[in-house]
């Protein structure tokens, strides 16, 4: 659990509250049919989040329903904070006593089924056709291990763009729309940026090699992996160079902030108005909203930029999964069920961080979006989320640990210390000997 649990992080520290459920799309007749049912001996089944006091207490009040339409079933949370979740989610597996279900994030959810301690879902969704053909396209393919279903999609992470309205006309500097280029983009940076108050015309813009995959995939087809998962090759190119000499020379330039910059003040400043476009996450649009000091902000959000080539975008989520020891597999998918579907429809509204990658459980939160005037940001989130190529976030394999280890020193290419052209063909060789030796 790395960068989705990082993510839950910052939505709790921002909002103060973090709490994802639903209730709506019909859970209770689809229980009756999974094991759930209203009749039969009487089982305890836990769930087990890490998200923020105010969110769990609103996943477990959300469970009322679930209970209701299915009384031999009690429901427990099993809340662990953030902090501990990981540690304490690994004592209860090495110990025999797993939850039945339990928010998981892609790449770790790919870990333990690996390690053949969750409970295989494939015939389940096999058999529940209709529920499965309602998630986003291509989310539930990231929690796959071997061809088989080992967990829910939950809620989905995609990465667009916040803007100041008042400081891009002040700088005369046309609005970016949901099909902007990455020359709109680089542009919009360097006519931003003001080098008397050293102040960056576009901020928190990863240089990683997956970051730097959106803007290859979408004008030359090309990306740093070959699938989102399972990787079986990564590869750079002229192209791939290209694009990361382009962000040095915004780096140069002082239109974009480097690597080394300290975002601690980031989202403090773009609610006080003083950063004109930063790249970030969708659920900082519930921040800004809730906001007081960022009442009278005149914002927008757009997607990534697209490119002549068919749209990419990366895609990441948080997932829910099931033990495999649970005393009770088809309640446990039918609980598991409930959560990404009814559950998030609940809770979202309240909390309108992001988008649940089962879709009939947006409607109620796209329109609090709306409500607030950001219909751009739900938009946007479907942009992305609909992208025809899904692009990985960072690697999601169990062997993602050693290749991070080989691109430690990535950023060199971005501070003048390593030339692209020298540093990526032996990093893509030793990333490649890593994939081959996992096979």
């Known amino acids: 659990m790395k960068l989705h649990k990082v993510i839950a992080l910052l939505c709790v520290l921002a909002m103060c509250a973090g709490t994802l459920a639903g209730c709506g799309s019909g859970s209770s007749s689809q229980a009756n049919?999974?094991?759930g049912?209203?009749?039969?001996?009487?089982?305890?089944?836990?769930?087990?989040?890490w998200e923020a006091t105010d969110m769990a207490t609103a996943m477990t009040k959300a469970m009322d329903a679930f209970m209701t339409a299915n009384p031999n079933i009690t429901v427990k949370n099993m809340a662990a904070p953030l902090t501990d979740y990981d540690t304490k989610l690994q004592s209860m597996i090495s110990a025999g006593q797993a939850p039945d279900c339990f928010q998981d994030g892609n790449n770790s959810i790919i870990l333990h089924a690996s390690q053949g301690i969750l409970l295989d879902l494939t015939s389940y969704l096999g058999n529940d056709s209709s529920f499965a053909g309602q998630f986003f396209p291509g989310s539930l393919d990231f929690l796959k291990y071997n061809g088989k279903q080992y967990g829910l999609a939950g809620l989905i992470n995609v990465y667009g763009y916040f803007f100041n309205k008042d400081l891009f006309n002040k700088a005369g500097v046309a609005l970016p729309t949901a099909d902007w280029t990455a020359d709109d983009l680089f542009n919009a940076a360097e006519k931003l940026k003001d080098t008397s108050s050293k102040t960056y015309g576009l901020y928190n813009q990863s240089v990683d090699p997956f970051a730097i995959s959106v803007f290859t995939a979408n004008d030359y087809g090309t990306a740093f992996t070959d699938n989102p998962y399972p990787v079986t090759k990564v590869s750079t190119d002229a192209n791939?160079?290209?694009?990361?000499?382009?962000?040095?020379?915004?780096?140069?330039?002082?239109?974009?902030?480097?690597?080394?910059?300290?975002?601690?003040n980031l989202l403090a400043s773009f609610d006080a108005g003083t950063i004109p476009l930063m790249r970030y996450?969708?659920?900082?649009?519930?921040?800004?909203?809730?906001?007081?000091?960022?009442?009278?902000l005149n914002w927008g959000f757009?997607?990534?930029?697209?490119?002549s080539s068919p749209y990419a975008s990366v895609f990441d989520m948080t997932g829910w999964a099931c033990s495999g020891t649970s005393k009770n597999p088809d309640a446990a998918y039918t609980l598991c069920k409930y959560i990404v579907s009814d559950m998030y429809k609940a809770v979202l509204p309240q909390f309108p961080v992001a988008a649940?990658?089962?879709?009939?459980?947006?409607?109620?939160?796209?329109?609090?979006?709306?409500?607030?005037?950001?219909?751009?940001?739900?938009?946007?989130?479907?942009?992305?989320?609909?992208a025809q190529v899904k692009l990985p976030v960072r690697f999601i394999q169990p062997w993602e640990a050693d290749a991070e280890k080989a691109y430690a020193n990535?950023?060199?290419?971005?501070?003048?210390?390593?030339?692209?052209?020298?540093?990526?063909?032996?990093l893509v060789d030793q990333i490649n000997g890593i994939i081959a030796k996992a096979k």
């Not at 049912?37 to 989040?49: E, R």
């Not at 996450?281 to 009278?296: C, F, H, L, V, Y």
């Not at 947006?362 to 992305?384: A, P």
Request: proline share 8%; aromatic share 10%; net charge negative.
């Open 33 to 35: 049919s999974a094991g």
């Open 356 to 386: 649940a990658s089962y879709q009939p459980a947006n409607s109620d939160f796209y329109k609090v979006l709306e409500q607030k005037g950001h219909k751009d940001v739900e938009d946007g989130i479907n942009t992305m989320c609909a």
């Open 37 to 49: 049912g209203s009749s039969g001996s009487k089982i305890t089944l836990t769930f087990m989040t």
């Open 281 to 296: 996450g969708q659920w900082e649009a519930s921040t800004i909203i809730n906001d007081p000091k960022a009442a009278n």
């Open 410 to 426: 990535w950023n060199d290419m971005f501070s003048g210390k390593q030339d692209p052209n020298s540093y990526l063909p032996p």
């Open 240 to 264: 791939y160079v290209a694009a990361i000499n382009k962000l040095n020379q915004l780096i140069s330039d002082g239109a974009m902030s480097p690597p080394t910059y300290d975002g601690s």
């Open 302 to 307: 757009v997607p990534n930029p697209k490119g």
